[in-house]
Every structure is written in C-alpha cells, then in structure tokens.
C-alpha cells in the first residue's frame, strides 16, 4: 500500500515520522537538539519540507517511506521486543524480516502472544498513546483459583506503580484462566496487578490489538495485516475514510 502525501509541503516532524525515524513529539525534540539538517543548514521548530529535499538526521540521509509495512507475529516467550542488536533474543533477528521495521511497544520477555511491527512511525505512535483508549485483550493463567474478589479488585482499578490502574473488563475464562481487556501499558501492568491480590502470573498470552486478532497464527511466525485491517486501523487511528 502506497503512502499518499497530500499536499507539495510536509511538516519535518511528520516527513521524520513517516521516514520511520521517530514519532512526531521525538522528531520535535530532535530539531530543537539542532540533530536535523536540511540541505546542509539546521532544521528549526515548525518548519515545512518537500519530499525532494535533503533531509538529514545526525548526518544521515531521511527518506520517506513509500511503501507501508505492517505485519502481526506470535511472539514466543523469552524473545525480547526491542531493536537493539546487543541483545541476542531481540525481535528484529528472531524475525528477519526483509526490510526494517520495528516492533510497536512491547511484551515483556516471559510473555507471549501479538505484537505488530512497522516502518510507520506514526502509526506506531498512535497505537502506542494511552490517551488513545485503544483496546489490548490478554489470556492470563494464575496460580490460584479465580475467585470474584479477584474479579472485582482486577476490574475497579489497582495501586500500582504509584498510580492506580484505569478501570477494564476482566471475565473469568476457567478455573485459574482469566481474560481482560486494557487502555494502558504500565510496566508489567497485569503481573503487578495479580501480585497485588497475591496471585502469581503462570503464563500471559496477548490475543488481540484494536480489532486485530492473533487467531490462529502459529507461535513464532508472522503475517501481514490485510488490506482490510489497514484500513480499519488507520480509520480508527487517523479518522480515514477506506480507500
């Protein structure tokens, strides 16, 4: 799928953000830094490029990307989400995708389940704002019997990480299984919310994204998102009508 650029002139936060660089506020604090040249002189706050400019990140040529990647994997436990070559377990090499992408948050290391990975700055920015509400469904499976104290506690907000967690759907799935749906990623949210209750997290299984599902894809492999995910998603994200 093509980008569509709209108009002749594109903010340089944005052309950073669709070059996959960073997201928008990134990119912002990156040309305040004085880190973005365009042809040849120092980017300042607010202004305006065209695609055919020479623009510049810590000497290094931006190009804009024209061609989306968007992929969803079933990440295996012990595969850690991050791009960084010096950890051996990171996604990036267990993937080895054709072109670069990466990953769109995180899943902690002793977790498993969907992850998307992009070249999309943007996209990946808006997924990942908390302010956004999007949904992230999980299968969680304890150490003790879920009881409807736990249930309760889970739903109605939790002290952790000097905050208390957003209120979410949580519904009893077997006799130590739950599922429950958040609007936020707090570090190791929904571990540190069964240690709370006194519960211990046996195994936690990412199943769905918005209104993308893990379904049936295998642990360990990837597919690309259909064209009618795209457009769902970046309706929901950017309030696009479908192409």
């Known amino acids: 799928m093509k980008k569509k650029f709209t108009f002749e ?8 953000s669709d070059a996959g660089i960073c997201s928008r506020r990134q990119a912002d604090i990156f040309i305040q830094d004085g880190l973005v040249t365009v042809d040849g002189k120092v980017a300042v706050p607010g202004m305006k490029v065209t695609k055919n400019q020479d623009v510049r990140f810590q000497g290094k040529p931006v190009e804009l990307i024209e061609e989306l990647e968007l992929i969803a994997f079933n990440k295996p436990r012990g595969i850690v989400c991050t791009a960084q070559k010096r950890e051996k377990d990171n996604i990036i090499d267990f993937i080895n995708y054709h072109t670069k992408i990466y990953p769109i948050g ?7 389940g969907l992850i998307l990975l992009t070249n999309d700055g943007e996209i990946s920015n808006r997924i990942q704002k908390a302010r956004y509400y999007h949904e992230k469904e999980y299968i969680v499976t304890v150490d003790k019997p879920v009881t409807i104290e ?5 739903r109605n907000g939790v002290p952790i990480l000097n905050t208390v967690t957003r209120k979410c759907r949580v519904r009893k799935l077997s006799k130590n299984q739950f599922s429950i749906i958040l609007t936020q990623g707090l570090n190791r949210q929904i571990r540190r919310m069964c240690e709370y209750f006194g519960y211990r997290v046996l195994n936690l299984k990412r199943v769905r994204i918005m209104d993308i599902e893990l379904g049936k894809l295998k642990t360990g492999t990837y597919r690309k998102l259909t064209k009618n995910e795209i457009n769902k998603l970046k309706k929901e994200l950017f309030n696009e009508p479908d192409n």
């Open 9 to 16: 002139t594109i903010r340089l936060n944005k052309y950073m």
């Open 106 to 112: 995180r899943l902690d290391k002793d977790s498993e």
């Open 150 to 154: 736990f249930l309760y506690g889970m």
